[in-house]
């Protein structure tokens, strides 16, 4: 049995091939997400970024467990601010959510939007939910909150680690984009 996959967007022009599993599947709160994942609707996206309950669900995979098969040409990062050292990428073809990057990030964080209905990886947890002031209180059903959290730092340490502290680049062809000038 072969331990790759392949994952894309909703037309098929953009595929990823990943090898192995993911080393963290989360539900990110945090402010960032849920305003780009809002405002990025508008584009819009063929697959929603955000689930209902305003996270972010993030399958994260180690930049040298991931392979661009098909499509690299078609992706387009968007910043909340040019500065921003945070890029949201998203297929250029049919809007389909691909990944967020730390800028020099030893990872990357797949959108859910990737996997078909049953194959996604389940969040482990929930992080950032500090950010959720005056939203709805969401289930205790995946766990949140300091410890989680705590967690989730130690395995990209750990990814960090298993990787030599190395950073692979990704470097995309198509330029940047701001996302309030994107969905004006
Ligand atoms: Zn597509
Ligand atoms: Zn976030």
Redesign the pocket.
């Known amino acids: 049995m072969s331990d790759t996959i392949e994952i894309g967007c909703a037309c098929g022009q953009v595929a990823l091939t990943l090898d192995r599993g993911p080393f963290f599947s989360t539900e ?7 305003t780009a994942g809002e405002a990025l609707a508008a584009l819009p996206l063929s697959r929603p970024m955000l689930n209902p309950n305003g996270g ?1 669900h ?1 399958v994260l995979y180690r930049k040298d467990r991931i392979a661009f098969a098909r499509g690299v040409d078609l992706l387009t990062a968007y910043r909340l601010q040019p500065d921003s050292p945070t890029r949201r990428v998203v297929a250029s073809c049919c809007k389909t959510p691909v990944f ?1 990057e730390f800028q020099h990030g030893h990872w990357l964080s797949l959108y859910s939007a990737l996997w078909l209905e049953g194959a996604l990886p389940p969040p482990e947890v929930r ?2 939910v500090s950010d959720r002031q005056g939203l709805p209180e969401l289930d205790g059903d995946i766990p949140a909150g300091k410890l989680p959290t705590a967690r989730f730092y130690a395995r990209l340490l750990v990814a960090w680690i298993a990787m030599g502290f190395k950073s692979p680049a990704i470097v995309l062809s198509q330029p940047e984009e701001t996302i309030s000038d994107a969905i004006a």
């Not at 990110?28 to 849920?34: E, N």
């Open positions: 990110c709160h945090c402010t960032s997400c849920r972010t993030f967020l992080t950032v």
